[in-house]
C-alpha cells in the first residue's frame, strides 16, 4: 500500500470513529467516505486471508481508535450538561442518513412482506428501548448497575459479550449505529464511565481487574459480531437485497424512538427540566439531520455522476 492511500484509509478510519456517539452509523460514514466495500471485504477476508485484511484494516483501525478515543473524551465532559440536547442532535444523524437506505429500496414493487419487515424492524428497534425505560421505571433489572458491580452481578460478563456482539452487527448495517445498541441496552454511559471520570479505572484502581475483564469481553463480542456478520451481510445485500433494506429501514426508525425513550433518557422527562432544553434539542436535531444530509445527497450525487460517466463511456465502447 502507497504511503498516500495509507494516511488516506487513516483520515477515513478517524471519520468511522464518529461511530462511537450512539446515533452515528458507521455503515453510513463508511458510505460516504467510500471505505464501507473494503472495510466488508477485508473483515469477511480475516479469516482466509489474514495478513493482507490485517494490513488493509490497520489504518483504517488506528484511524478509528484514535477519533473514537478523542470523541469519547468530549462526550463524557459534555453529557452531564446538555444530556438531552446531546441525544436530540444525534438522533438528527440518524434521520439524515435515511436517504441512503431509501434509495435502496424499490418503493413501487413492495409487498406485504416487506411491510412486514420494516413492521417487525420497527418494533424490535423501538421496544428494545421502551422496554429498558420500563426495566428502569419498576426495577426489573438494570445492566449499568450491574455493569458497575459486576462481581456482584456475574450474569452482566455474558450481557457484556451478547451486546458487543450485536453493536458489532449493527455497525454493518447502514443508518444503524452499534454504540446506540449499548445505549438504549443501558450501557454506554456506564462504558464511557470505565474509562472517563471520577469511578474510571484512572482514578479508582479497584476497578482495573473487572475494567480489564469487561473491555475484553465487550471486544472479542465485538470483533466475533464483525467477523461472523461481514460475510453474512454480503451475501444479504446481494441475493436478499430488498428485504435486507426494507427490514434496516425498520430499525433505523424504530432506533430513532429509542434513542428518547430508553432507562437514561427516563429521568430527563422527570426531572422537571427548563423548557429552553427542548428548544435547543429541537434546534440541533434539525441541524443533525441537515448535516447529515447534506453529506448524503453529496455522496449520492457524486456517485451517480460516477455511474452516468461510466454508463457514456459503456456506450461509447
Known amino acids: 500500500m502507497k504511503v498516500k492511500d495509507w494516511f488516506l484509509d487513516f483520515g477515513r478510519g478517524a471519520a468511522l470513529g464518529t461511530g462511537i456517539l450512539p446515533g452515528v452509523s458507521v455503515g453510513t460514514v463508511g458510505i460516504i467516505v467510500n471505505v464501507y466495500d473494503k472495510l466488508l471485504n477485508s473483515i469477511s477476508g480475516l479469516l482466509k486471508k489474514f495478513w493482507v485484511s490485517f494490513l488493509a484494516?490497520?489504518?483504517?483501525?488506528?484511524?478509528?481508535?484514535?477519533?473514537?478515543?478523542?470523541?469519547?473524551?468530549?462526550?463524557?465532559?459534555?453529557?452531564?450538561?446538555?444530556?438531552?440536547?446531546?441525544?436530540?442532535?444525534?438522533?438528527?444523524?440518524?434521520?439524515?442518513?435515511?436517504?441512503?437506505?431509501?434509495?435502496?429500496?424499490?418503493?413501487?414493487?413492495?409487498?406485504?412482506?416487506?411491510?412486514?419487515?420494516?413492521?417487525?424492524?420497527?418494533?424490535?428497534?423501538?421496544?428494545?428501548?421502551?422496554?429498558?425505560?420500563?426495566?428502569?421505571?419498576?426495577?426489573?433489572?438494570?445492566?449499568?448497575?450491574?455493569?458497575?458491580?459486576?462481581?456482584?452481578?456475574?450474569?452482566?460478563?455474558?450481557?457484556?459479550?451478547?451486546?458487543?456482539f450485536v453493536a458489532a452487527v449493527a455497525c454493518l448495517l447502514p443508518g444503524i449505529s452499534g454504540s446506540m445498541v449499548l445505549f438504549i441496552f443501558g450501557l454506554y454511559n456506564p462504558v464511557v464511565a470505565l474509562y472517563s471520570g471520577p469511578d474510571s479505572m484512572i482514578h479508582n484502581h479497584e476497578r482495573i481487574g473487572t475494567g480489564i475483564i469487561?473491555?475484553?469481553?465487550?471486544?472479542?463480542?465485538?470483533?466475533?459480531?464483525?467477523?461472523?456478520?461481514?460475510?453474512?451481510?454480503?451475501?444479504?445485500?446481494?441475493?436478499?437485497?430488498?428485504?435486507t433494506f426494507t427490514t434496516v429501514f425498520g430499525l433505523i426508525l424504530g432506533s430513532f424512538v429509542s434513542m428518547f425513550i430508553n432507562k437514561d433518557t427516563l429521568p430527563y422527562y422527570e426531572g422537571g427540566n427548563p423548557w429552553w432544553h427542548y428548544v435547543l434539542g429541537?434546534?440541533?436535531?434539525?441541524?443533525?439531520?441537515?448535516?447529515?444530509?447534506?453529506?448524503?445527497?453529496?455522496?449520492?450525487?457524486?456517485?451517480?455522476?460516477?455511474?452516468?460517466?461510466?454508463?457514456?463511456?459503456?456506450?461509447?465502447?
Not at 428494545?128 to 456482584?152: Q, R, T, Y
Not at 469487561?214 to 430488498?242: C, D, P, R, S, Y
Open 57 to 164: 484494516l490497520l489504518p483504517i483501525a488506528l484511524g478509528t481508535v484514535i477519533s473514537a478515543v478523542i470523541l469519547l473524551w468530549g462526550y463524557s465532559h459534555l453529557k452531564d450538561y446538555a444530556p438531552f440536547e446531546i441525544i436530540a442532535l444525534l438522533a438528527g444523524l440518524i434521520l439524515g442518513g435515511l436517504p441512503i437506505i431509501v434509495k435502496e429500496i424499490p418503493w413501487k414493487e413492495l409487498k406485504a412482506a416487506d411491510f412486514v419487515r420494516i413492521s417487525v424492524g420497527f418494533v424490535i428497534a423501538a421496544g428494545i428501548g421502551v422496554v429498558s425505560a420500563l426495566a428502569g421505571k419498576f426495577n426489573w433489572f438494570d445492566f449499568g448497575a450491574a455493569f458497575m458491580a459486576p462481581n456482584e452481578n456475574p450474569y452482566i460478563y455474558v450481557v457484556t459479550f451478547f451486546i458487543g
Open 214 to 243: 469487561l473491555t475484553l469481553i465487550l471486544f472479542v463480542g465485538v470483533v466475533v459480531g464483525l467477523i461472523a456478520f461481514a460475510k453474512i451481510m454480503h451475501n444479504l445485500m446481494e441475493k436478499h437485497h430488498q428485504g
Open 282 to 317: 429541537a434546534a440541533l436535531l434539525i441541524c443533525g439531520c441537515v448535516l447529515m444530509l447534506f453529506l448524503v445527497k453529496k455522496k449520492m450525487s457524486a456517485q451517480k455522476a460516477v455511474e452516468e460517466t461510466n454508463a457514456e463511456d459503456s456506450g461509447t465502447n
